[in-house]
Every structure is written in structure tokens, then in C-alpha cells.
């Protein structure tokens, strides 16, 4: 059984083993939103409508801090790696592309929830927020033509919902669908201008828009 | 289109204010009964009430909507119009801290138009969390310092950071000012609705607030709704066609100017409870030619100052203000934020008679000078500049009626030797005169003439100046 698989297995099954575990110590006052610091733990998959980028396995962690009744934001760190197919972003002028490889990126986030409920076992928020995308190219095999490439880092929006479900007044299993929107293109290294001076718009742009679906725990303080 | 917005705001909310003024019987509002209320020793409009508690100030929310607010502008220029400035990411944020400051050399009205306009919903979001003129001049210059920071993959911008900061704090007062008055406590209804929908166009960032977390009203001592015939007056101007100007005037000759003025509180200082813009007066315009339509919009209002009673109902007051300012006309453009020290006078020379006197002098802090004549096009040269901004105006109402005005704006600009910009000295000078007698209920006709000059000593140019003169009829409503 694939590695994937069974990450995804696993997950799922903490997922439904949270849902299913008694609930005794949440009950009533307790599950009203308070102000807190937690920690977020997720796992999930990722994958591009961008032709030439395959789907892949993602992971984060960070802080959340709930700011109001209806308000939280997380900061976090997460990061996927993902299968890049030959050819992938070749231009009229570049016919080969780029040749097959990884994209591995580490992404950098802060998020906005906006909590409906305020009280509850199960409390969904939409969310909106940043992220800088460290994004990184490694070829299968060293490019024919020698010439290093890589994509240009970026700040992308994040757009997404998600369903917190409270185990108990401090745990709570987490659900959540993220949409990341990096615009990028590759280019060639070394770079020998500040990339203010590269004008994007004449580049061959890559719409990097991953959607991404995670299952997590958050623990309160 | 934002100078169309400005002024057809501007004229709604002259409307707007004006509807909900009691009748103009003077009686109740106006200069006269401002005088005459600061000469029996009363405020002209209601100070801050004791009894009430301040407002709350929620600076870190207000700081989180100042940068949430950066983060929207930005989300809508990367993916809806695809700017390519907005492009970023870590390296150009720390490109921009390793690299520092430079002159931005935009277009001229979006560097002094445009850029304060961001800066008003900085500072309107210091606004909307209970903070007062200083806390929230701090989220306009703190929102801006960000932007230039972070969301453009520019370098950072001196000459925008000073404009979206100072002028933004300018027109954001105003807009605050301009909500409260708007904004009615106990409103239901289609009568809530409108003033709600003017009071975000005013206070932006507020009417979002008051939006999402219900409503919530003003701080108590502004003066609001109840107050607006005691504290504000004005007046709308439609001109009629030229009758006279300069040869080298160009433009259409038939077409109208729209023009507003609001004062609010009096110039001459009863009712000033100590708070910054308690007393300011706005002006504007809308003239078109000779390429399109172009807004003049001046802003002045009392930072600090003391009022004085003088003797026979004689009011004065000593004040420090802050101006920003953007004149055109014609081909020619002055602008600037500058802070003066200056007085105004009202005095009482007969039973129904009022005259007002004010001068001012002082830094114009930054500024900028322009004429794009027989230059088509997009105009990023012009210059950049310091130096020294003087101002005086006279007044002459009677019965309320205002029949005569004259002001008087001078500007020396020390030019910085920076790129695009010429080196060397200037000096402007406006001139602008009207009379007007009333036809019916407030409603005048009258005369108005407007000079501008400039003189010019530039290092890499033989010296040189312009002179444009123009008179035209119009027709105005007071209030």
C-alpha cells in the first residue's frame, strides 16, 4: 500500500475516531467561545487545477488564537510536495519546459476566521487570508540544457471554510477546504536583478491555485 | 471618476445636510446665531456632555483593520485588474526594507489625489474603534508605512507615505465629522437607511463596523444630527459661462463649474471644546477642461487654538491648522499639506451685519507644482517641493446672506532637486473674488473672478511665469 494511502487512512480514521469519542467534559457553558490560544495540527491533501502539477500530501501546524465570539486567527506553517510533469509551463520561446520533478512549497499563513456560531458542539467559519509562498523546483534529473530554473516566490490569497467539531471545552477536531491562489512563473537562477525589476505581466504566468482539504486537532490553553 | 464621486458626493451631502437643517430662518443657525450665542457666553454647539462615558478605543482592532484593509486593496489589484506592482512575495518586502526610499513618480493626481483617499480609510478605521484625531492619525501614517513597506513591489515611497498619511488624516476627520451629522440615533426605517448608506460613504470603514457588529453610535460629545443647523452652513455654486478671461486660457467657455463650501463650527472659535477640526472649513469644485474634469478640494482645520471674546460681540480665534490642499485650473495644479498659524475675526459692525477676517502662514510641508499645457498624456513630471503656504479671506453677511467673499492663497515652492522634478524656486499666487444678492429665500445670483499666477526661477531653465485670469456669473444656494 502506497505511503499516501495510508496517511490518508490514518487521518481519516483519527478524524472519525475524535467524532465518535464521548463527549462528557463539553457540555453547556463550556462550549460557549472564549477568548484562548491554541495549537493547530493538520494533515491533508493538496492538488492544482493548473495543468502539469499533480496532487499531493500536505501538513501544518500553528498557533490559532480566538480573538472574539465570532473571530479567531491562525497563524501557521504548512507545506506539500507535489508531482511536476515534463513540459510543464513551456512557452512558444521554450518549447521543452520544464522537465519532470517536484514542487515542493512551504507556505507561510495568516488566516481570518469568521466563526456563524458562537456556541456549540460544531462551530463552521469562513475564512480569508495570506500566504507567502516559499515555492521550490527539483528536477528529477539535471536539466538538458544546464540552466537552473525554479518559480518566484509569491503572496497569495487564501480563501476557505472549515467546521471545527469540540470534542471537549479545550479539544476540538477541525475539518477545513482552502482554496491558495499563488500567481508565479519560472525563472532562471542565478538571478541577476532584484525581482522588482522583472515585470510579471511579461512573463508566462502559472495560476498555482491549490485547493486543499485538511483534518486537524486544536488544542486550547 | 473619484473627482466626479468627490464632488457629487460633496453636492449630496450639501443636500443631505441641508435637508435635515432646520429652516433657514437664522434664528437658530447660521452665523448670526453663532455670534450671538458666543457673545451671551454659551458654546454654539453642545460640548462634551460630563455625564457620558468616552468612547471606547479599540487600538488593536483598529490596527488589524488598517492592515486588513491593505490586504483587501492588494487582493483586489493582484487578481482583478492583474497590477503588475502587485506582485510580491517575502523577497520584495525585504528588497524594500534593504533598499530604502525614493521619489514615486505616479501620475500627478494619483499622488496627490488618489493617495489620500487611501489614507482616509486608515484613518477612518482609527475612527470607527474609538480613537480620536491623534490615535488615528497614527493608523492613517501606520496603514500607509505598511503599503509603502510591504504591498507594492515598489520601493517605498517618501512623497506617498506623506500624502496618504497627512492627507488622508485631513479628509478623514472630515468624513468623520460629516457621518456623525448624518448619522441619526433612534433613525428606523427607509430614514435609517439613507443615513446609514451617506455615513459609510463619509466614515467608510465605520459603516462596515456598524454593519457587522450592529449599531453603535458616534462618540457622544460630536456634535450629531440634532446639531447640524447650529454647526454647519455652506453654500452650493453653479457657474454660468465665461464672460472674461486670459487669452491663453483654453477649454470650453460654456462649461459650468460645480463648487461647494461647508464650514463647520465657526471659524471664529465659539463652540471649540479643545478637539482637533471642532472648527474646519471644506471647499471644492468640479471645473471641466481642458482635457477632463478636474476637482479642486481644499481642506483647513483648527488643530489647536484658543478663542477670544472681543468686545461688541466680537468673537476671535488663534489657531494651528492643517491644510491639504489641491488647486487646478486650467492646465495649472498646486498642491499640498502644509500647517499654519493664524486668526480669524468675526466682527459685528451693525445689528444684522457680520464680517469675517482670517490670516494664516505658515510650512507647507510638502507640496507639488505642475502645468501640463501642450502636454498630452500622461504627466509624471512635475515638481516636488517645500516651503511656505500664506492665506487670508474676508467675509460680508447680512441677515445670514453671505454678499461678498475674497481669498487670497500664496505658495513659495523650494523644488527638489529629485528625478522628474526641476530644481529651483516659485512662487504662486489665487486670487478669488465674488459677489452675490439674494433672488429668493437663500437662493442668489452673483459675479465671481479668479486669478492665478505663477513665477518661476528654475536652475536648468530661463525664468519664466503665468498669469490666468477668468470671471464668470453664477448662481448659488446658501444654508
Known sequence: ?221 | MIAIATTVTAIALGLTLAGVVPPPAHSQHGPEALTRTAASGSAAFPGPPPALPPATERALTAAAEVAGLNLGVWAFLHYVPNEFYDYISWETIRDNFRDGWEWDRSQYAVNFYHHPYHGYLYYSAGRANGLGYWGSSLCALGGSLMWEMTMEKYRPSVNDLITTSLGGIAIGEVGYRFSALVRKKGARGLDRIWREAIGTVLDPVGGANRLLNGRKDNEPWLPGSPDAGRILEGNLVLTGPVIVRSADVTGTRAAPILGFTLRYGDPAGSGWTGRPFDVFTVTGRLRWGPDRPHLSLSISGAVLGKPMAGSRGATHFLGLYQQYEYYGFDTMRVCGTSFTAGWTSSFRPGRDTRLTASARLGWLGFGSSDDFANVPGERRNYNLATGAAAAADLAVAIKGYEFFSALWRHYTLFNLDVTGSRAGREHWDILQGQVSVPIVNRIGLGFAAEYCGRNYVFKVAEPGSRHLLEARVFATWQF
Open chain 1, 1 to 221: 500500500m502506497k505511503v499516501k494511502t495510508i496517511e490518508a487512512l490514518g487521518t481519516g480514521l483519527l478524524f472519525a475516531g475524535l467524532l465518535a469519542m464521548p463527549a462528557q467534559a463539553a457540555s453547556g457553558a463550556d462550549l460557549n467561545a472564549r477568548k484562548c490560544v491554541a495549537v493547530v495540527l493538520d494533515l491533508g491533501s493538496v492538488s492544482f487545477s493548473e495543468s502539469g502539477f499533480g496532487s499531493g500530501l500536505r501538513y501544518g501546524g500553528g498557533a490559532f488564537f480566538r480573538t472574539g465570539r465570532h473571530a479567531g486567527v491562525e497563524i501557521a506553517v504548512e507545506r506539500f510536495d507535489v508531482p511536476v510533469a515534463a513540459g510543464t509551463a513551456a512557452t512558444d520561446e521554450w518549447a521543452a519546459g520544464l522537465g519532470a520533478g517536484r514542487m515542493a512549497t512551504t507556505t507561510l499563513l495568516l488566516n481570518q476566521h469568521w466563526y456563524v456560531l458562537s456556541h456549540g458542539r460544531i462551530l463552521p467559519y469562513a475564512l480569508i487570508g495570506i500566504g507567502f509562498s516559499f515555492i521550490g523546483y527539483a528536477p528529477d534529473a539535471p536539466p538538458p540544457d544546464g540552466i537552473e530554473r525554479d518559480f518566484v516566490d509569491r503572496l497569495a490569497l487564501q480563501l476557505g471554510a472549515g467546521l471545527d467539531y469540540r470534542v471537549t471545552s479545550r479539544l476540538a477536531a477541525c475539518a477545513k477546504v482552502r482554496g491558495s491562489l499563488a500567481k508565479t512563473w519560472v525563472e532562471i537562477l542565478p538571478r541577476t536583478a532584484p525581482i522588482r525589476d522583472t515585470d510579471p505581466l511579461a512573463q508566462n504566468m502559472l495560476e498555482l491555485y491549490g485547493l486543499e482539504l485538511s483534518f486537524g486537532l486544536k488544542f486550547a490553553f
